[in-house]
């Protein structure tokens, strides 16, 4: 079973970091966003 590494970082604007994340190519993972955090997939290991 391959190992998924998630990477946590604080920020002061969710909204402008997803759209950010997203522009730049990278998918939000509904699974395990919400209103208080956003989930990007970088990689098929790297969250």
Known sequence: MPKTLFISL???DLAAST???EALGFARNAQFSD???ACMAWSEAIR
């Open 10 to 12: 604080p920020v002061a």
């Open 19 to 21: 759209a950010f994340y």
């Open 35 to 37: 209103e208080t955090a």
